[in-house]
């Protein structure tokens, strides 16, 4: 199915942030839209060139505001995703949520943790229907452990007969 529905994400920083954008482009696909993954440096350019329907930007100050007034004028819809949510203090959450900003810019902020959900209402005044607490895939993986019974061996094959013991046979024989 082609899609004329188009959602940019911005992913500042691959190791952090790629898996969790990767989860989110694939939602996107199936709700009908044509995802792609943008990094620091090929978000803007696309911008200038394409009109989108979803903006995901990892940080508020990804681009511009002058850039975000323009996008918001082509009804493109812009959320935030919080990337650094488990620390929960006010100076390293004031650090990505700046007093000098117009939050009504954006449509949605996608966050964490009921911690930066409160501190948002309190402190930005961003209407609670705007903020979306989801979670985090990296802090989320912490709390469990996964076991995994693995019964199937592997061999290697070599012309050495000492490393090839994977189904248990004496070391020399025929």
């Given at each position: 199915?082609?899609?004329?529905?188009?959602?940019?994400?911005?992913?500042?920083?691959?190791?952090?942030?790629?898996?969790?954008?990767?989860?989110?482009?694939?939602?996107l696909?199936?709700?009908?839209?044509?995802?792609?993954?943008?990094?620091r440096?090929?978000?803007?350019?696309?911008?200038?060139?394409?009109t989108?329907?979803?903006?995901?930007?990892?940080?508020?100050?990804?681009?511009?505001?002058?850039?975000?007034?323009?996008?918001?004028?082509?009804?493109?819809?812009?959320?935030i995703?919080?990337?650094?949510?488990?620390?929960?203090?006010?100076?390293?959450?004031?650090?990505?949520?700046?007093?000098?900003?117009?939050?009504?810019?954006?449509?949605?902020?996608?966050?964490?943790?009921?911690?930066?959900?409160?501190?948002?209402?309190?402190?930005?005044?961003?209407?609670?229907?705007?903020?979306?607490?989801?979670?985090?895939?990296?802090?989320?993986?912490?709390?469990?452990?996964?076991?995994k019974?693995?019964?199937?061996?592997?061999?290697?094959?070599?012309?050495?007969?000492?490393?090839?013991?994977?189904?248990?046979?004496?070391?020399?024989?025929?």
């Amino acid at each position: 199915m082609i899609s004329n529905k188009t959602a940019i994400i911005h992913t500042d920083t691959l190791k952090r942030e790629f898996f969790g954008n990767w989860i989110l482009s694939k939602k996107l696909s199936i709700l009908g839209f044509r995802t792609y993954l943008t990094s620091r440096f090929s978000t803007k350019k696309i911008l200038k060139f394409f009109t989108v329907d979803l903006l995901f930007l990892s940080h508020i100050n990804s681009l511009e505001k002058d850039l975000i007034v323009k996008i918001k004028r082509k009804k493109t819809k812009i959320f935030i995703i919080e990337v650094e949510g488990h620390l929960r203090w006010n100076e390293a959450i004031e650090s990505y949520f700046p007093k000098d900003f117009d939050y009504s810019l954006f449509n949605g902020v996608i966050l964490w943790n009921q911690w930066s959900k409160d501190w948002l209402i309190k402190n930005k005044k961003i209407k609670k229907e705007k903020i979306h607490v989801v979670g985090s895939l990296r802090t989320f993986s912490l709390n469990f452990k996964i076991k995994k019974n693995y019964q199937k061996k592997v061999g290697i094959v070599s012309r050495f007969e000492y490393i090839n013991v994977f189904d248990n046979r004496p070391l020399f024989s025929t």
